[in-house]
């Protein structure tokens, strides 16, 4: 390792998911075709200073019930929160169903997990995205044309893990 080398180093990873995790998510068979569901409200640094990550790996496992078709994806945002806790696209925190479809389009646009597989089975995806404030909502959007996703919360799961740079490794 050389003097100027920059390295990754993780900070600890947020989980969003319906039991066992850091944030509670119920993402099942009540997310229809044309549907979605959020989060309760994520605190991304406990105890926050202007001394925080911006850049985040982000990882996905979905899972559709047997009439998904290969193509079709579950849309992933965040709707972070102001200086004031106003929250992008006017979602509210909390467990629950998200219907307001036009409400996406004023959120940060995470990624997508697309069906590869006609039969049942686990997808996943992963990425990078940049959040600039440090209390979000996550809204994932089911954007098949008939399948709901399945019934099994436990099915789903999303992380977020910290990535800041560091001189030291």
């Given at each position: 390792m050389g003097s100027g080398d920059v390295y990754i180093k993780p900070g600890t990873e947020i989980t969003f998911q319906s039991a066992g995790g850091t944030v509670l998510i119920t993402v099942n068979?009540?997310?229809a075709a044309?549907?979605?569901a959020k989060s309760a409200l994520a605190t991304l640094v406990a105890g926050y200073t202007?001394?925080?990550?911006?850049?985040?790996?982000w990882t996905c496992k979905a899972f559709w019930a047997a009439s998904?078709?290969?193509g079709e994806r579950l849309g992933i945002f965040l709707a972070e929160a102001d200086a004031d806790g106003n929250?992008?696209?006017?979602v509210s925190a909390g467990d629950a169903a998200f219907t307001d479809e036009d409400g996406l389009q004023n959120m940060l646009f995470v990624g997508n997990v697309i069906v590869t597989n006609a039969t049942e089975e686990q997808e996943y995806a992963s990425g990078v995205v940049r959040i600039t404030s440090n209390k979000v909502v996550l809204v994932v959007w089911n954007y098949s044309v008939a399948a709901t996703m399945h019934a099994?919360?436990?099915n789903f799961e999303f992380k977020l893990l910290p990535t800041p740079l560091n001189e030291e490794a």
């Open positions: 068979a009540s997310v044309g549907d979605g202007d001394a925080r990550p911006d850049e985040y790996r998904a078709v290969v929250l992008d696209g006017g099994t919360a436990t």
